[in-house]
Structures are given as C-alpha cells and as structure tokens.
C-alpha cells in the first residue's frame, strides 16, 4: 500500500516541528507499505495546494497529515474537522483569516476516515500516550484537515485519511514551565504505528474514547 503522510514546517517561532521531524525518522518502506513524505508549509490556503499536488502526484491509498500542537499530553488522533479558519496568530505566510469558512458553501465539518480508535489503541499497546480528540483547533492544522477531507470527498473517494496533532519535543519546552512534552522516537514510533494501523484496519474499533465535557 501507498501512503502520503505530511509534517509541517515551524511556526509561532519555534525552530523545529515535532510533526516533519517526527515523519523524517520513519522508514520510506516498511511491512510492505510505500511511505511518501512531505513537508507542508504552516500557511492557510498554501498548505491545501501543496497537499493537493502531492497526492495528484503519488496516487496514495492512505494520507495523514501531522501538526505541533503544543500543550497536548498524547498523541491526538483527531476525529474531525469543521469548516472554520480562526487564527489567534499570523500563520507563516502573514495570513491572519477570522471567522471564514474554508470552503464556502461546504459541509459544516469531516470526520476523519482512518480507523481512529483502533489507531489509538495500537498507538498505546506500542507503549506510548495516544487519545481520540475531539477538535483539531481553528488554526491551519485544522484548516489542512478540512481541506484533505473535502478533497477526498469530492474527488478521492477510495483514499482513507486524516490528521494526528503530537506534543512539543522535549527540546521545545526548556523554555516553558509546566508543559508537556514527548521525545521525539515516540513520536515518531507512534506515527509508524499510525501508518501501519490504517493501512491494516478496515472497520473502526466499537469502544468508547468520548468525552464528557
Ligand atoms: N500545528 C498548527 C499548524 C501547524 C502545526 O504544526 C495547528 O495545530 O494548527
């Protein structure tokens, strides 16, 4: 099987992204899948154009986006996307859009199409903190989430895909009193687990991971 998995570029002054340098660590081959890697650049709309290209080009039957998202615990295996662009901060190409849809007209929100569940327990029986999460915030991870699961609506609908939000590297929170952090081997183990358990689960686990608010 072909997968496409993405890891964006820095952003909000970090120097590094555990997402891409968590997605650099994995191997190009693997248990029979064929594992394509991209960069993305944290910028609304260009993110979308880029991650469009690339899965024009590499014909995936698989496609997960990765992002930062500082201040998580686990790995956050997200189960959906709303049609919404709300960005406390500049993304890096300096667009700041508030309150604007993503596709106009579009569907209110996407859920994911990976087995989420079964990727999260995988994720955990390999020994690292893995969740379902319920938003993947307002910014551009969500905004790429949105867009991957529109265009798989719209015009692939045989690839499977979605997003997984991981923690700042430990190296990104010298700085920061009380936040959490995860070493990046984990991440990085946890994305090959990720890629593995969506090439392999076809029906989602029925168990619950929800929340009460
Ligand atoms: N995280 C941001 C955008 C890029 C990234 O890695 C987010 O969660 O929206």
């Known amino acids: 099987m072909k997968v496409l998995i993405t890891g964006f570029n820095p952003f909000g002054g970090e120097s590094k992204n555990p997402a891409y340098e968590a997605v650099k660590l994995l191997p190009d081959a693997f ?17 979308i154009e880029v991650l469009k290209s ?23 295996v997200e189960r959906v996307a709303i049609n919404l ?27 994911s199409t990976l087995p989420i569940k079964a990727i999260a ?3 955990r029986a390999g020994g690292v903190p893995a ?12 905004h790429i989430m949105y867009g991957l699961m529109h265009m798989i609506s719209t015009e692939f609908p045989e690839i499977k895909g979605g997003f997984i939000h991981v923690p700042f590297l430990e ?8 936040m959490p952090s995860m070493g990046l081997e984990s991440i990085s183990k946890a994305l090959g687990i990720a890629v593995k358990t969506a090439c392999e689960v076809d029906i989602d ?9």
């Not at 248990?31 to 993110?47: C, M, R």
């Not at 849809?101 to 569907?107: D, F």
């Not at 190296?171 to 009380?178: R, S």
Request: some cysteine.
């Open 54 to 76: 690339a899965v024009e080009r590499e014909k995936p039957e698989v496609v997960i986006c990765v992002g930062q998202a500082g201040g998580r615990f686990t790995v956050s």
């Open 131 to 142: 969740a379902i999460s319920n938003s993947a915030g307002t910014y551009v991870c969500n």
């Open 31 to 47: 248990e029979g899948i064929e594992l394509v890697k991209a960069e993305i650049p944290t910028a609304f709309y260009k993110s």
């Open 121 to 123: 327990n995988a994720i």
């Open 171 to 178: 190296e990104q929170v010298l700085d920061k009193p009380n």
């Open 205 to 213: 686990l029925k168990q619950t991971e929800g929340t009460i608010c």
């Open 85 to 111: 662009d709300d960005a406390r901060i500049p993304d890096n190409g300096g667009n700041q859009p508030v309150d604007q849809a993503i596709v106009e007209g579009g569907p209110a929100a996407y859920f």
